[in-house]
């Protein structure tokens, strides 16, 4: 394991009560970074060093960046890089043998470590984590001074013990939710976020919320609708719940049999299969719901004219656990505005629309659509532990972009038979999901 600890199958039934009694629920703010990165703040270190980091439901490994890696211009982190030569507690786990973690985007090298970690009012001690002496150019360019490193939250097979990938014990790693989980800090296992919107090219320091231990319930209206994590991808891996529909300008298309979801809080955008793309939404999107929107798909991205966004029509998946209930999205929440300077050096503004025809094929075992922020900033979403792990989302309180709607029957359309071959894992704005070889 990275860390270079082992952590056992976790039986809430046997966890010491007085823990139990003493675990309470944290709310830590995010940092929204032009909604299309949000970060934690956490403490790494004794004393601790301040430390912004990606809360990233789609991978589960924790790292820094070094301040000699920044130092050397080996890194591109923000300034409060991590500098283990201050900390009295960090140990050196790796005998001076480099580890790597790669994403669908870039990659990073480093030490295996462990230090103590505090997140809220919560402190981990001997927490695992990579110490990264080096991130790849695609990294740095994707980084640019914002960020010190990623905090995996995926679900890594939940509560169990188990090789999550046999031969790949990277990817069996616990995260600091199941840490906190084992040692019962927290009043439930679960974690939820609320992903706030900043604007086009600004950062908000109050841009999202990760609540440790339960839900904030002022941020929701009605029940929170759960759907269960699949096992059939890399035994629950991902937070990864089973799909059988999708729709669009409120026509429903079925899909594949074995077709995945992703709930990734890393990554910008809905990640689709190209069959679906090309044949359904792309056209859909064209169309319009009045008129044609003049949206030209290039370069990998959905592009838009901002003053015809309006006319975007409405998106929305269903599970096959809930076939009958629909989480459909604003058109509003798919256009992501991006600023730039054209030849004249004159500003102008681009709308992107936040859907891309590159989910991952993974062979027999299927397709694996992405859920990235896009699709998060309309609910606030749930990631439980119990019950054999589930995914829950519910309807924003305040300015409420996304509807749960249970219909009596659905009639669904398909666009092809078979698996949908899909492309690279993570392609465009921001990409930081474990990149798996299936």
């Known amino acids: 394991m990275l860390g270079?600890?082992?952590?056992?199958?976790i039986d809430l039934g046997t966890l010491d009560q007085s823990m139990l009694a003493a675990s309470n629920v944290e709310?830590?703010?995010?940092?929204?970074?032009?909604d299309t990165a949000y970060y934690a703040v956490v403490q790494l270190g004794t004393p601790g060093q301040r430390l912004r980091v990606i809360a990233d439901t789609g991978s589960n490994a924790l790292w820094a960046g070094s301040a000699s890696c920044n130092l050397l211009r080996k890194c591109a982190d923000s300034k409060e890089a991590?500098?283990?030569?201050?900390?009295?507690t960090y140990t050196d786990l790796s005998n001076k043998t480099l580890s790597k973690i790669e994403y669908g985007s870039g990659k990073v090298s480093g030490y295996a470590s462990n230090d103590?970690?505090?997140?809220?009012?919560q402190q981990l001690n001997k927490t695992g984590f990579l110490l990264v002496l080096q991130e790849d150019a695609a990294l740095m360019e994707l980084n640019n001074g914002s960020f010190n490193g990623v905090m995996g939250l995926a679900h890594v097979g939940g509560l169990a013990a188990l090789d999550v990938v046999p031969g790949?014990?990277?990817?069996?790693?616990?995260?600091?939710?199941?840490?906190?989980?084992?040692?019962?800090?927290?009043?439930?296992?679960?974690?939820?976020?609320?992903?706030?919107?900043?604007?086009?090219?600004?950062?908000?320091?109050?841009g999202g919320e990760m609540t440790l231990g339960g839900i904030d319930t002022t941020r929701i209206k009605g029940d929170v609708f759960y759907t269960q994590v699949s096992k059939a991808i890399l035994n629950g891996y991902f937070w990864s719940p089973q799909l059988n529909m999708f729709s669009i300008a409120g026509k429903a298309t079925t899909l594949p049999n074995q077709t995945y979801a992703i709930v990734d809080s890393g990554t910008s955008f809905i990640h689709v299969d190209r069959v679906?793309?090309?044949?359904?939404?792309?056209?859909?999107?064209?169309?319009?719901?009045?008129?044609a929107t003049g949206a030209e798909f290039k370069d990998g991205s959905i592009v838009v004219p901002c003053v015809n966004a309006k006319y975007l029509p409405s998106f929305g998946v269903s599970f096959s656990d809930k076939n009958s209930t629909f989480l459909t999205i604003d058109a509003s929440q798919l256009v992501l505005k991006k600023s730039y300077l054209d030849e004249k050096g004159v500003k102008q503004q681009i709308c992107v629309i936040g859907i891309t025809p590159d989910a991952v094929n993974a062979?027999?075992?299927?397709?694996?659509?992405?859920?990235?922020?896009?699709?998060?900033?309309?609910?606030?979403s749930v990631y439980d532990f119990s019950q054999g792990g589930r995914v829950g989302f519910a309807q924003l309180a305040v300015n409420a972009t996304g509807t749960v709607v249970q219909v009596a029957t659905v009639t669904g359309t398909s666009p092809t038979s078979g698996v949908?071959?899909?492309?690279?894992?993570?392609?465009?704005?921001?990409?930081?999901?474990?990149?798996?070889?299936?």
Do not use: C
Not at 116 to 121: P, V, Y
Not at 423 to 438: D, K, N, P, R
């Open 4 to 9: 270079g600890e082992s952590t056992n199958g």
């Open 116 to 121: 103590t970690l505090q997140i809220g009012q």
């Open 420 to 438: 949908a071959a899909g492309v690279s894992f993570l392609s465009v704005v921001v990409a930081l999901s474990a990149l798996l070889v299936i």
């Open 168 to 206: 790949k014990p990277n990817l069996s790693t616990k995260t600091i939710m199941h840490h906190l989980i084992e040692k019962g800090l927290l009043a439930q296992p679960v974690f939820s976020l609320w992903l706030g919107t900043s604007g086009s090219d600004s950062e908000n320091a109050n």
């Open 276 to 291: 679906s793309f090309n044949t359904v939404i792309l056209p859909a999107l064209q169309a319009g719901t009045t008129q």
């Open 82 to 88: 991590f500098n283990e030569t201050r900390s009295s």
């Open 27 to 34: 709310k830590i703010p995010l940092l929204d970074k032009s």
């Open 363 to 380: 062979g027999s075992a299927g397709t694996l659509w992405v859920l990235g922020q896009v699709f998060l900033r309309s609910f606030y």
